[in-house]
């Protein structure tokens, strides 16, 4: 029995919105998962900011195809679960990665970040990398440093003179 055309197209105009709505979209196959360990999978990817949702691939294809996104056919082959992370990519790739390591069923085949479709290495890299609040913290001591120690620099003679007119003071005030 198949869905009624309104109900399909309802679900195709969701894959759209939270496909527009996601900073990146990680796709895997979710074939042996029970539905205790989906629900454990659900847990996680909420605590790091990211919803798990289930979609027929050729509802997702057509979704995709209105978006005019890159094809992803190659990744909408068998069981596909979409994780919507809506914020920083970066804990969801990493909860969907400590997931698949620890059921060692779950198969991540890709995604779709900042505009790009990435395969399974490209997510593993991103569950590697810091948060984006701690990449922002790095580059702005990165961009601090110099500044602080041009300062310092600038500071030095004002410092130096400063230390040799007490000097002068302090042996004056002696004698």
Avoid: H, W
């Avoid at 029970?34 to 900011?49: P, Y």
């Avoid at 992370?85 to 390591?101: I, R, S, W």
Wanted: glycine letters at 6%.
């Amino acid at each position: 029995m198949s869905m009624p055309t309104a109900e399909k197209a309802a679900l195709v105009a969701e894959i759209k919105d939270r496909f527009v709505a996601a900073s990146g979209v990680i796709m895997a196959d979710y074939r042996g998962l029970t539905v205790k360990q989906m629900q454990g999978l659900r847990a996680k990817l909420r605590e790091a900011g990211a919803d798990l949702k289930v979609y027929k691939n050729t509802l997702a294809q057509i979704a995709l195809r209105e978006l005019a996104l890159p094809s992803m056919d190659s990744l909408l082959e068998g069981p596909t679960v979409f994780v919507f992370a809506t914020g920083d990519p970066v804990p969801a790739a990493k909860a969907l990665a400590d997931f698949a390591k620890e059921a060692k069923i779950l198969e991540v085949k890709g995604g779709y970040v900042d505009g790009a479709v990435i395969g399974p290495e490209q997510v593993k890299a991103l569950a590697s990398l810091p948060s984006r609040e701690v990449l922002v913290a790095q580059v702005m001591g990165l961009l601090v440093s110099p500044v602080r120690g041009f300062m310092s620099m600038c500071n030095a003679p004002a410092s130096a003179f400063a230390r040799a007119v007490k000097a002068v003071a302090d042996q004056k005030a002696a004698a």
